[in-house]
């Protein structure tokens, strides 16, 4: 039975704690189960909440049975970036800086998850700070995926992708810069969304760039990372970038897309860009065959360009590193977190630079310096002010391939996951990992992965754009493809 | 060394930044109170202690107040506007950078004309931007100062109180009064942020702060380098600061030496300046739009709102003064030297007669600042509070001497005019027993002084007078008194 | 880029990589106040260069007449109405703290002046 509970959707669960044909408490267990057999060889947790989680679990089996009216989600498990602030639990963001350090306050959807009745497992590992493509940047080790336990689990929510695809959590909370949702959802073989940039409130995330950052849902299905999606989304005042107007219809839209299993109308622009030269042979025929599915759908497909897409690298790689040189300054060992080197001698300082010496890792130090660099003063033109341009130029690129198509397609990533520590030592080769993901971030449209095969037996994702506010289409389209294909989860081969 | 021969010489060049902590109920991006003086980092949350994933949203009052003060400078309101970051390293900083304005300020291209001994000084105004103000730090160690402290401590409880920073352009060609100059813009400047109401202006508290920038050159030759002295945290402060560095800078040029771009502290006690950090050792605060908060679009119909909405602006009072209160232009250069012209203006306005307005703060208050070592401005009681006094006084409640009382009692404890009264009991004695029972008492007393007004040398009687209003502890109406002693020695009319 | 495992001989300041020397590497490392190794500092400098070489190319894009975009979602005037929330317990802002002395976050000597 416990087995049968870690294999369900989000949405099974819910329909069965509602029911009353099982109890909150014995699917949190279940899953506390999975954790404690599987996480030791997946390392997908830096915390788990034994004790918080069966409270939360018994709060919404008291609440059905005093006949209150659950939440579609209440008593569902989920698995927290490590990113998002959690009151009085750990919170690294990945990082030794932050080691010990238990938070005084909620992130916006921290609170609106206990809200929901959603029962928080725990905290998932990450690439420190966010920053990385693999997980392999986290100061507490990598994170493995559950497809093969040699290979990356993406990045940077790599824990959240891989407690989902390891049957630790029906559900998981990740963020996305670059790619940090899409990649990782890709080669785990599950569903991952950025939401449209504002949608989603950011207070309480850890800042890494933030005019990029934006949380997101994971589930196996398209149809819980909706369910999800509806409970993260919404207006925050705390946050100056929230967008005030209503949440996209993502859930009645993901219902729709697999009801109707149609795209009969649907206008499906392929990205010529993203594409081709570079991409892994495999990944590129799996993307093949989702086009030709699409079609088969009734979709119309047609190709687009989007020329200033070949520049969104670059722009990014300076944008990113700017605001993170900026937000991450403020970890200086005086208010919070790690301290190193106060010896009663060294002045503050030599205490400030010695701290931030040992807390960050190579990854972080590397995009300090970029950042600071770029901002400073006669290279800031050349550098921060142009990529600010080009983002310019590619959010013209996506309204100009928007008047011919309704959502737009592409590899998730180039290619499917690769070992671990094969690309660690070469950052250009790990950046590349998030070359179709960056449009979407630098123009701050919502984009879904959804599983659409294997290459060399290992998940390839399929990647689907739509404009800014129009969530909905993303899950649309993306419910109708899953239903129309095989989820490639079903043949992930069983962890010991 | 001597300034006027100096000033012969040399051409001095001053500009002003001030910096202002708007009186808003709350922070500038958080809830937190701007209260003062409270229990050390007891307001404080996770915006303002920079704690990670804490988001800023902008406090519309501050945003309002900083528009209002552009206007009241002549500044032209910028259609659209970005925050951005200051970046650089400092414990009293929570994030380690300042949320300020760079390239795109508030208000920009204003002016302020002010009066120095009769003639009229426009005073350009470059910009007026909004920012948020640090924490406190305290240093702990035998100095007790920065250098040679063994360590510090740190209160965020003023971190994030908002800021707003008015930057003058370089005003030359004062010659001999840039130091009067200095100083009478700073409190033109204060007048006018009292009189919107925007912040209480206390220097003392630190709730306005300059910094002033000097600099000398020969006649006809370009600008000298210019040196910025911090720390100047009185009226007075600032006319010294600009006199001391000006001769401290002719002495360098004088040796043949040049003066280095430098931050300078004023030394309150020795009235010179001491060398801080030099600006070629300054840091790149590698400045960019802050993107946590989104770009500020006042819109033409509320500002323009605002700005019939200010309130009469001290110069245009100065005038009403004259034109409609009759005060004398003699009079009005003698207050204005004295440095009250304004402060009679808010009081005579306030209800207070303009004769005893210009008395109390020529007088008493004059006085009182003089004791303190402080400009009349510099005293913590308000014309509005120098009004209700004089009201007492006319209403026959308080005496002339009882009044006096009442100001000490502001001026020592801070606390409101009739707190003060109630709390000290002060009030005018009218029972005429126990008058006359003090006026037998001193006619006892002083037989001989008695002897002489009862022979018809009535002025004697003051002795008298002066003797009852002592036993009364000044709690009596003198007039009152001197009728009742007449009475008592048979000479009353 | 130099070979991080030959024994280091300390700053070079007039040794340029490309576009980012060593000693460019250095300052900015003080500048973030990142007190980086000289292992590091030969490691990075390869690399940054590296990096910086491949992010150079937003400079190909012709774009006098194109506007910068700080905000992927176009917002204005976002504000609160200025009333005291109240703040953190005192007790848990400073439970965080490294080190603390009298109510006060206590830290070493401070060597440069207020900016
Ligand atoms: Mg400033
Ligand atoms: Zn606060």
Known sequence: MSDDLTRMTAAEIAALIAGGEVAAVEVAQAHLDRIAAVDQSVHAFLHVDTAGALDAAKAVDAARAAGTVLGPLAGVPLAMKDVVVTKDLPTTAGSKILEGWHPPYDATITRRIKDAGIVMLGKTNMDEFAMGSSTENSAYGPTHNPWDLSRIPGGSSGGSSAAVAAYEAPLAIGTDTGGSIRQPAAVTGIVGHKPTYGAVSRYGLVAFSSSLDQAGPFGRTVLDAALLHEVMAGHDPCDSTSIDAPIAPVVAAAREGAELSSLAGVRVGVVRELGGEGYQAGVVASFEAAVETLRGLGAEIVEVSCPNFDYALAAYYLIAPSECSSNLARFDGVRYGLRVGDDGANSLEDVMSITREAGFGAEVKRRIIIGTYALSSGYYDAYYGQAQKVRTLIARDFTAAFARADVLVSPTSPFVAFGIGERIDDPMAMYVNDLCTLPASLAGTPAISVPCGLADGLPVGLQIMAPAMADDRCYRVAAAFEAATEHVLASIPELS | ?493 | MPDATEPSPGPRVDEPVGRLSRADVAHLARLARLAVTDDELDIFAGQLDVILGAVARVGEVASDDIPPTSHAVPMTNVYRVDEVVPSLPREAVLACAPAVEDEKFRVPRILAEDA
Request: aromatic share 6%.
């Open chain 2, 1 to 493: 060394m001597n300034y006027a021969d100096v000033i012969a010489r040399y051409e001095p060049v001053i500009g002003l930044e001030t910096h202002v902590e708007l009186s808003t109920a709350s922070k500038m991006f958080c809830g937190c109170s701007t209260e003062f003086g409270a229990e050390p980092n007891t307001h404080t949350c996770a915006v303002c202690l920079g704690l990670p994933g804490a988001l800023p949203v902008a406090n519309e009052t501050a945003i309002e107040s900083t528009i209002r003060i552009g206007l009241a400078l002549n500044c032209s309101i910028a259609a659209w506007c970005r925050f951005a970051r200051k970046n650089y390293f400092y414990p009293d900083m929570p994030k380690n950078f300042q949320t300020s304005q760079y390239d795109e300020p508030l208000c920009v291209e204003g002016y302020l004309d002010v009066e120095v001994e009769g003639n009229t000084v426009r005073v350009g105004i470059e910009r007026v931007h909004l920012e948020e103000d640090t924490g406190k730090n305290t240093h702990v160690g035998t100095s007790g100062r920065i250098h040679g402290a063994d360590y510090s401590l740190v209160d965020y409880n003023r971190a994030g109180i908002p800021l707003v920073e008015i930057v003058t352009k370089p005003v030359p060609g004062t010659g001999a009064l840039a130091p009067e100059v200095a100083k009478a813009y700073v409190t033109e400047l204060r007048n006018i942020l009292r009189t919107l109401g925007v912040s209480d202006v206390r220097m003392e508290q630190g709730s306005l702060r300059c910094d002033v920038n000097t600099s000398l050159n020969l006649p006809g030759a370009e600008w000298g380098t210019r040196t910025e002295t911090k720390n100047v945290n009185s009226l007075r402060s600032v006319e010294r600061a600009v006199r001391s560095e000006i001769l401290r800078q002719a002495e360098v040029l004088d040796g043949g030496g040049r003066v280095t771009q430098e931050t300078r502290h004023f030394q309150e006690t020795t009235g010179d300046t001491r060398r801080g950090r030099s600006k070629e050792e300054a840091t790149d605060y590698r400045y960019f739009p802050e993107p946590d908060l989104v770009p500020i679009a006042p819109d033409p119909d509320w500002v323009e709102s605002l700005r019939v909405a200010l309130p009469e602006l001290p110069a245009a009072r100065r005038v009403r003064l004259r034109d409609e209160m009759g005060v004398s232009a003699e009079d009005l250069v003698q207050m204005s030297n004295a440095g009250v012209v304004d402060l009679v203006g808010i009081t005579t306005f306030a209800g207070a007669p303009v004769g005893e307005a210009r008395n109390w703060w020529l007088g008493y208050l004059a006085q009182k600042a003089n004791e303190r070592g402080v400009e009349p401005p510099d005293l913590p009681i308000t014309p509005e509070q120098v009004a209700r006094v004089i009201e007492l006084v006319s209403s026959g409640s308080l005496s002339v001497a009882l009044a006096r009382q009442a100001v000490d009692g502001v001026l020592e404890t801070g606390s409101d005019v009739d707190e003060v009264v109630a709390e000290r009991g002060l009030k005018v004695v009218s029972d005429t027993g126990a008058l006359e029972q003090a006026a037998d008492g001193a006619i006892a007393a002083n037989p001989d002084i008695a002897a002489k007004v009862r022979g018809g040398k009535l002025s004697a009687v003051g002795a008298l007078v002066g003797a009852v209003m002592k036993a009364t502890r000044g709690q009596a109406d003198a007039a009152a008194v001197k009728q009742i002693l007449l009475d008592r020695l048979g000479v009353g009319s």
